[in-house]
């Protein structure tokens, strides 16, 4: 089955503690993303990659770390949480960049920092 | 800024009647792209309509875009319950951006 997963679902964690969020996708994508979604601001890309050892920030990088060493794999770290990082979390993949082709989304990692 | 906005924020109707949702965008776009998503549930893809199209339709939805007054709509025909959702729009600016926008969402509540 074509998927995306991510794991952690739910997170709860204190202030500066380095946590990582996996996400996996199983249908050779190029294009991977992360998205926060926060009430009345939709969602918001934080970084992007368009293959392996190719990634770019997106509109709310601060805070955030990246890395896409395999096709497969784009993890999401957060070197030291703070309470505004408190969000959903999507991972997501297409076969082409951007918003040529269907995205296909994680099912979520929401994140409480305390 | 965001470069999708949705109007409107949320729309109530009954079953079988039809719900209209539009999007508004800054700048130029290669590519639009409405998304369904349930709940705090993960975003589904419903239908993408590119900068040289006007009109797309899938099943019950039709989707419109207007690139000189820079908006989308989504239309649902005939709703049922199971359409209550939110409903974003995404878009990829022209240019060569890589990046994509996603609207703030229409809350769409379906009474059966």
């Known amino acids: 089955e074509a998927q995306v997963t991510q794991n952690p679902r739910y997170l709860i964690t204190v202030t500066g503690k380095k946590l990582t969020v996996t996400c996996s996708q199983n249908m050779n994508h190029e294009y991977m993303s992360w998205y926060r979604q926060d009430p009345g601001l939709g969602l918001r890309q934080i970084y992007y990659?368009?293959?392996?050892?190719?990634?770019d920030k997106g509109d709310v990088p601060e805070g955030y770390k990246v890395s896409r060493k395999e096709k497969r794999n784009f993890p999401l770290i957060l070197e030291s949480p703070s309470p505004n990082q408190t969000s959903l979390y999507f991972c997501a993949s297409s076969r082409e960049r951007g918003a040529r082709d269907t995205q296909y989304f994680g099912p979520g990692t929401r994140l409480t920092v305390l | 800024s965001q470069q999708g906005e949705e109007d409107p924020q949320a729309l109530s109707i009954q079953e079988g009647e039809n719900a209209t949702m539009n999007c508004s965008y800054k700048t130029s776009i290669n590519n639009l792209q409405w998304y369904r998503q349930n709940s705090g549930r993960g975003l589904v893809h419903l239908i993408l309509i590119r900068s040289n199209e006007r009109e797309k339709h899938s099943g019950r939805l039709r989707v419109t875009l207007d690139t000189s007054k820079k908006s989308s709509s989504l239309l649902i025909t005939a709703s049922r319950a199971a359409d209550t959702a939110s409903y974003f729009c995404?878009?990829?600016?022209?240019?060569?951006?890589?990046?994509?926008?996603f609207g703030t969402g229409t809350k769409l509540q379906v009474i059966p």
């Open positions: 990659s368009m293959n392996v050892e190719v990634t």
């Open positions: 995404a878009t990829e600016k022209s240019g060569g951006y890589q990046k994509v926008t």
